[in-house]
Structure formats: structure tokens, C-alpha cells
């Protein structure tokens, strides 16, 4: 017979409804007890006691990295899933074709029958939680039901959970209801599915971080996607940083960037020696949430409370702040380990990996130490160039928001959207090339646009209509730019250094917002010309600057055909003012114009 830990009286009269669900799902579930979590560090450190306990977590050395713990997941439960990840709808148009669709009768089901039973002889634990700030209309809320201490442990630092999110729960009418069991860690029996016109989310099957982590990718953006076009905002997989300039200005930047195209290194840049008096502040690493405000500009927050970061090439050259936060207070996913008990990557300069990241003896043979996808989950608070306003209720206002890939050739280093209608298509074009020759393809270009393709949690065409309507409502928008800082010689070398020295584009782009900086009409959209931009000490040569800033009409009349090509599967549900726009651009650039047709 499952108990309950005692829920305060005033808790379970104001919680009724997550009490009510809450005795659905165990009656469905059949859990030993259930465990109502309180979000205090005493309990953290208490759940973290037991994992360690079990034998689930590794204490790591106490001396070098105090308060850190590290664990291995399943070596078949190292990812997220997108093929096995669902948009439930009642119709599939709205889920579109950038996602996998399941009609919602069938999903639940489906998942009915997974979850029946599912966690006899567990722990249920119920974390409330608020993403954002706790006192702030901007913020969401949200329950997540599991049977994963580990994922308790990881939403504890990740969300703003327990008692006080469950307060505010009560004074709400809705919250999104996640449930997750890690089940039988079978991957022929593994789905997540959200249901967002019942703002919920199911989750079978895996305990991997993007899977199990439901206040994460599933509820700060498929869902939360799906409530900003109700609501009128935007959920968006962004960066959030402040820059301070040596007047003591500063500007807030969102910035959407695929995998492995420098945006935790963005969030958390240090500015290079050659720039003095310029500071940086994180306010989020991962996922935004931009509202209109009453003064007609966009303001955004953070709905996390925590980085869960890739670790391999993470050391104090790459990215100083976060190699420095990661040393106290953290879990570690799938690190390899050294014969003293320290995490050990690829990237560290020192040290020796022992153990690789399934506690096997490490044999290069077998391959890498660590897990390519290894990962830190850290407070945000721990991070040093944490923004002081990063819990500001009303969030931060944007200045300037930032799409880029990683492109060997077409797009140059920065370019400006000539209108929010333009930025729209630049954020639409967002792609990636491979980097990898794993599968005998390198630079195969791969569409994610506004970063959000494995995260939109419905039709793009429609997505794209909402940011133009909330574009419409702004009297000062925030410019669009798009950056690639990965620009290629014909030799393969970088073009640009990267890393801290970006802050000198980024500069060129806040006089843009000021309306202090020079820019000529490259056909794509505006780009600076190379006296523009500072190079003071910069090893960049004249002709490589020219080169970086160049727009190969050719490329681009190709990089036209090729987007028009990919909008047009999203048939006439896609606005009309993307076809106009993207028309714009083929007649700047002196190629083909078409007029497909569209919706209205």
C-alpha cells in the first residue's frame, strides 16, 4: 500500500488540484511512497546522501571539487531523442512538418499502458516549480511527477521548485502537468510526448537530462511555445548576456544558436585584453522568454535557475567562467574519472582519465574517456559574471537579437536584417554544417531555424506568422542580426579567432542599436564595412577582414534557391511576408524570383 509524506493542511486545501492529479497518477503508477519535495538545500543535500548511498552517485574529491558528485546513466541513455519525440495534437497541421505527430487519444493510450504500474517499488516524488522568477508575471509554472531521485536532484537546481512554487501554484488556475518514469530504460519503449493544448507532457523511458528534465526543453519550449502564441510572447531556445560598455552603458543581447556553434561560450564571454573597461553579464545560457513591454521594447527572463552544460572542450581557455563554476556544488553526468576522484574530458589540459564514463578501466580502444555528450548541472548563481538582474521580475530589455551557424563560405561574419520582417526570414535560414566525417559527409547543411528545430512546439509557418505579429506590436524592436564566426580560407583555416574577441562585433552591432555605426546594403542585408568594425591588435589581415565581409552573390543566389525550396513544404500555411521577403533578397542579389503561393 503506497504512503504519503504529511503535505502541510494549508498546501493540500490551496493544491487541490495537484493533490487530485497526484493521487491519479499513483493509483496508476503504484509507487512504494510518494515524496512531495520541499526545494530546500537540506533536502538536495539529503536526496544526494541517498544516491550516494545506493551507489548511484560518486563523491568526487572533496579537496579539488568539494560538493560535487558524479553519475552514469545508462550507456543506452546518453541523449535526447527527437525521433522518439511527439507533438500531440488534435490536428497534425498544427504540429507541422518540423515535428513528429501522434493524435492525442492514441498517445495517451499508448502511455496509459507504459506508466500502469510502472513505479511499484519506488519513490514518487512531486516537484512543483516555477520557471523564473518566482515574484514575476512573466514567470510559469509547472508539476513534474517521477520516480528519479537523480531528476529530482537536477530540477532542484535547475527550476525554482518546492514549497514556494507550489504557493504560487495555488494562487494560479493552470500549471503544466509533467509526468516521467525512467520505466525499464528500454529504448524500444521510450516516447515523450506533449500534449500542448492540455499544457502537459508524458515521458517514458529514459532518465537522460533533455528526456527526464521536464521543466527543460519540454515546458520552457515546446510548451511554453505553444502558451506565448496563445499568450502573445515568444519562448525561444536563446542566450541572454549583458554587455557593459566603458561609458557604463549597458545592453542586453538574445542569441539563438545551433549545437557546437559557440553560444554557452557567447553567454558567458569574457572580454580579450585589447577591449578595456567592457563587462559581461549572463543572464541565461539556454532558453529565453521575450514579452512585449508597456514601453513598446521586448523584455525577456530567464525561466531557469541552472546550467545543464556540455563538458568536452570546456577548460579555462575555452570558457573560463563556466571551467571555474563547475568546481564546486555540481553533478556530473557521464564524465570519465582520474585515479584521485576528480571528473576528467576531453579538452582538460591535464590530468589522466582511470575510469572511463561507464566506470570501465579506460582503454583509448573503446573511445573517448568522457561521453561526447557528458554534462554539468550547476547553479546559475555559482557562474562569476552572473547578471545581478537575472531575477528582475520584469526581466531585462533586448537590444539586439543574434541568429548564427557555422558556415565555411556564404554567410559572413555579421550582417544586419534590413526590418523586423527580414530579421524574421534571417532567423528562418539559421543552418549548420556538419563537422564531423563519421558518415563520410562534411559540411552538409542541416535547417534549424531560430535554433528551435528539434523545440518548436508547433507548425513553423505558424511560428513564424507569431513573430511577425509580435513584431507588429512593438514601437521599438529590438534589430535582428545574423553572425558566423566560423568562416573559412580555401585552405580550411579560421578566418576569425572567435571566442573573446567576438565582443568587437558585438560592439559594432550595439552602435547599430544607437544609431552610431556605419553599414552598407550587401544585398542579404546590412554588413559593416572593415573600417567599421575595431581591430586594434587584432591578427587579422586587411584582405582576410575583406574576405569575412564579403557576400559571394553566386553562393547566395544558391542559398536563396535552396530556402526556397524548404519553405515551400510548409505549403500556405506559411505567410506571405516570407515569400516577399525572401523575394527581396533574390532581386538584390539579381537571381530568380518566384511567388509561390501562401497564406494570408
Not at 293 to 321: H, K, Q
Not at 388 to 401: L, Y
Not at 540 to 563: H, I, N, Y
Request: glycine share 8%; with cysteine; charged share 20%.
Amino acid at each position: 500500500m503506497a504512503t504519503a509524506s504529511p503535505l502541510p493542511m494549508p498546501l493540500a486545501r490551496l493544491s487541490r488540484p495537484v493533490a487530485d492529479w497526484v493521487d491519479a497518477v499513483r493509483a496508476l503508477t503504484q509507487p512504494a511512497e510518494v515524496y512531495w519535495c520541499e526545494g530546500t538545500e537540506a533536502e538536495r543535500e539529503e536526496l544526494t546522501a541517498r544516491l550516494v548511498r545506493s551507489g548511484e552517485l560518486t563523491r568526487l574529491d572533496p579537496v579539488q571539487f568539494p560538493g560535487c558528485h558524479l553519475y552514469r546513466s545508462h550507456p543506452a541513455d546518453v541523449a535526447r531523442v527527437e525521433q522518439l519525440t511527439y507533438i500531440c495534437t488534435r490536428s497534425k497541421d498544427d504540429a507541422g512538418p518540423n515535428n513528429n505527430w501522434m493524435e492525442p487519444q492514441a498517445a495517451h493510450a499508448k502511455m496509459r499502458e507504459l506508466f500502469r504500474a510502472s513505479m511499484r517499488g519506488r519513490t514518487l516524488y512531486v516537484i512543483p516549480y516555477c520557471m523564473g522568477p518566482l515574484d514575476s508575471p512573466l514567470a510559469r509554472c509547472g508539476v513534474e511527477i517521477t520516480d528519479s531521485a537523480y531528476v529530482a536532484i537536477n530540477m532542484l537546481i535547475m527550476t525554482r521548485a518546492g514549497r514556494p512554487a507550489l504557493e504560487r501554484i495555488a494562487l494560479e488556475d493552470t500549471f503544466v502537468r509533467g509526468l516521467h518514469s525512467t520505466g525499464e530504460l528500454d529504448p524500444q519503449r521510450r516516447f515523450i510526448m506533449h500534449f500542448p493544448e492540455e499544457l502537459s507532457i508524458e515521458s517514458f523511458g529514459s532518465g537522460y537530462g533533455g528526456n527526464a528534465l521536464l521543466g527543460k526543453k519540454c515546458h520552457a519550449l515546446r510548451i511554453a511555445s505553444w502558451q506565448a502564441r496563445e499568450e502573445g510572447w515568444l519562448a525561444e531556445h536563446m542566450l541572454i548576456v549583458g554587455l557593459q560598455n566603458p561609458k557604463g552603458e549597458t545592453h542586453y543581447v538574445a542569441a539563438a544558436f545551433p549545437s557546437a556553434c559557440g553560444k554557452t561560450n557567447l553567454a558567458m564571454l569574457i572580454p580579450p585584453e585589447s577591449m578595456p573597461g567592457w563587462k559581461v553579464f549572463t543572464v541565461g545560457d539556454d532558453i529565453a522568454w521575450l514579452h512585449p513591454g508597456a514601453d513598446g521594447r521586448l523584455w525577456a527572463i530567464n525561466p531557469e535557475a541552472g546550467y545543464f552544460g556540455v563538458l568536452p572542450g570546456t577548460n579555462r581557455e575555452s570558457n573560463r567562467n563556466a571551467y571555474d563554476m563547475i568546481r564546486r556544488d555540481t553533478l556530473f553526468t557521464n564524465t570519465a574519472l582520474t585515479a584521485d576522484n576528480r571528473p576528467w574530458w576531453e579538452g582538460l589540459p591535464a590530468g589522466t582519465p582511470h575510469t572511463d564514463w561507464q566506470g570501465r578501466p579506460f582503454d583509448p580502444a573503446r573511445g573517448p574517456a568522457a561521453h561526447p555528450n557528458s554534462r554539468f548541472t550547476v547553479s546559475a548563481r555559482r557562474n562569476p559574471c552572473y547578471s545581478p538582474h537575472a531575477e528582475d521580475p520584469q526581466g531585462v530589455p533586448i537590444s539586439a537579437i543574434l541568429f548564427g551557424g557555422r558556415r565555411r563560405e556564404v554567410a559572413p561574419l555579421v550582417y544586419e536584417a534590413r526590418d523586423w520582417s527580414h530579421g524574421v526570414l534571417v532567423g528562418a535560414s539559421v543552418a549548420s554544417e556538419t563537422t564531423a566525417a563519421a558518415d563520410g559527409q562534411v559540411g552538409v547543411v542541416r535547417r534549424d531555424p531560430m535554433a528551435m528545430q528539434p523545440f518548436c512546439g508547433y507548425n513553423f509557418a505558424d511560428y513564424w506568422r507569431h513573430w511577425l505579429a509580435v513584431g507588429a506590436k512593438l514601437a521599438r524592436p529590438p534589430r535582428l542580426f545574423h553572425v558566423n564566426w566560423f568562416r573559412r580560407d580555401p585552405q580550411g583555416r579560421f578566418l576569425w579567432p572567435g571566442f573573446g574577441e567576438n565582443l568587437r562585433v558585438l560592439a559594432w552591432m550595439l552602435d547599430r542599436c544607437a544609431g552610431k555605426a556605419h553599414a552598407i546594403d550587401g544585398g542579404i542585408g546590412l554588413l559593416p564595412r572593415p573600417k567599421d568594425l575595431n581591430t586594434a591588435g587584432l591578427r587579422v589581415s586587411p584582405e582576410e577582414l575583406r574576405a569575412l565581409l564579403s557576400v559571394d552573390r553566386e553562393l547566395w543566389q544558391k542559398e536563396v534557391a535552396e530556402l526556397r525550396a524548404y519553405l515551400r513544404g510548409f505549403g500556405e500555411r506559411l505567410p506571405a511576408q516570407m515569400w516577399a521577403e525572401l523575394e527581396k533578397t533574390a532581386a538584390a542579389l539579381g537571381g530568380v524570383q518566384e511567388s509561390p503561393a501562401t497564406g494570408e
